[in-house]
């Protein structure tokens, strides 16, 4: 069946729209390709810790940037890599963050000032940036400037292979004098390793870029939603309004699983070659699973957990992503920073035109303008409290 609308013109609707003519397993055809969207929660959960559906070989530009890193890998060169660089995500490493995380959050909440117009997701990718480095490479970087604007190059270079070649000679540059220093718990795990130094500059620019962007996007929209929800507390709610930021906008938007060959999925026989896609910018919206989906509610994690497969912004199985427990961390406790003292109140509060990328991510940032948080502790006058002792505001049930 040909896709119901133009699929490269608004692929997420595309998706939806399939999901919602053919229900849990649809099959369309991209130019001469077949391709499969499961969108039913069981099936997701077989398709992500199915054998038979390895990661899609990575083509065009993230392998020209990437690699063979962690991200575009295949096989047992991922699963060994894996194997190697997850003690870098361990308890143990985990033990140095969270002071990292809050030098930086308040090092950065120091210099707003109330009244000023910035940029939330260029800002918070600042944060996550200096994070991540701190964290995997035990420093800041004199090229954290240069990393941005390389990722914001890349973002826009579509499939370029000339100008991806450019950029990546500029990361090659610095993956190879970070090799030369040997320093931070990143490159002495990959100077240890029986691996090339190719492999190892790889790994090196996976990390730093897959580490940052969809960490800072997230954060993003947490302090856009609580900005726009006054009634919800980030304090105590943290974690359930990162896990409803992360369903309403999920950096990792598309999911993609290459079909070799005939594979039963529950009831469905998928036939190959095909490519196998999964969304959760579909089935996070599933109304039977997510009453209400597009209203901002981060009690729904109250409740539990979700239902299997329902809920996977961080992908799943043997690729789930690799970095889960530090985005976790740092969203949670950044955002509980920021929110103390802070709010970001959106300069426009309609809908978010999305881009659809290699991430999700607002199409023109998400422009904010700066106010002090009423509070008893910042000698402000003191707002009405509800029974919870929460601040009684207007609660908009839904973004
Ligand atoms: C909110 C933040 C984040 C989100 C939503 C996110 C999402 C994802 C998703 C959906 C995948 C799986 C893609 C697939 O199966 O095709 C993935 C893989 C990956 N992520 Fe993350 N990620 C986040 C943060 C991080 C961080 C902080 C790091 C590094 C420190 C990281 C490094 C990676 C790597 C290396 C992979 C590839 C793993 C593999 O395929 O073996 N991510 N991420």
């Known amino acids: 069946m040909p896709c119901p609308v133009d699929f490269a013109q608004d692929p997420i609707a595309s998706l939806r729209a399939l999901a919602a003519q053919q229900g849990a397993l649809a099959e369309f055809w991209v130019a001469d390709q077949r391709v499969y969207l499961a969108s ?153 390793l029986p691996i090339d130094d190719e492999l190892r500059r790889d790994e090196i620019i996976t990390m ?84 209400e989906p597009e209203c901002f509610r981060p009690q729904r994690f109250a409740q539990g957990k979700p239902p299997a497969g329902s809920y996977f912004p961080f992908g799943g199985g043997d690729r789930v992503c690799i970095g889960e427990s530090m985005a976790w961390l740092e969203a949670t406790q950044a955002i509980s920073i920021m929110a103390a003292r802070w709010r970001l109140v959106p300069v426009d509060s309609g809908p978010v035109k999305l881009r659809p990328l290699a991430a999700l991510r607002p199409a023109c940032g998400l422009p904010a303008r700066v106010e002090r948080r009423p509070d008893k502790a910042c000698g402000e006058p003191p707002g009405a409290e509800d029974e919870a002792g929460l601040p009684v505001q207007k609660a908009r049930s839904c973004d």
């Not at 039913?40 to 990661?55: E, N």
């Not at 194997?83 to 985990?94: E, I, K, V």
Request: glycine content about 6%.
């Open 208 to 291: 730093l870029l897959g580490a940052h962007e969809t960490t800072a996007v997230t954060m993003a929209w947490c302090m856009r939603l609580l900005a726009l929800h006054p009634s919800v507390d980030a304090a105590s709610q943290a974690r359930a309004v990162v896990a409803e930021a992360l369903r309403l906008y999920p950096p990792g938007w598309i999911i993609a699983r290459q079909v070799d060959a005939p594979v039963h999925l529950g009831e469905f026989r998928l036939e190959g070659p095909a490519t196998l896609l999964m969304s959760p910018m579909v089935t996070h919206y599933l109304a039977e699973v997510w009453p």
């Open 40 to 192: 039913a929660p069981d099936l997701i959960q077989r398709a992500l810790t199915c054998k038979q559906l390895p990661k899609r070989q990575g083509r065009g530009a993230a392998t020209c940037l990437l690699g063979q890193g962690l991200m575009t890998s295949q096989g047992d060169l991922n699963r060994c890599q894996r194997r190697r660089l997850r003690p870098l995500f361990s308890p143990s490493a985990q033990a140095t963050w969270p002071h990292i995380v809050h030098e930086e959050t308040e090092a950065l909440c120091q210099c707003w000032r109330p009244g000023q117009v910035l940029d939330s997701v260029a800002e918070l990718g600042r944060l996550s940036l200096a994070v991540a480095c701190r964290c995997l490479l035990g420093q800041r970087l004199p090229e954290e400037t240069m990393l941005l604007e390389s990722l914001e190059e890349i973002l826009n270079a579509g499939h370029r292979p000339a100008l991806l070649q450019t950029i990546r000679t500029r990361l090659d540059g610095l993956a190879n004098r970070l090799l030369q220093t040997g320093q931070g718990p990143l490159i002495e795990r990959l100077l240890n």
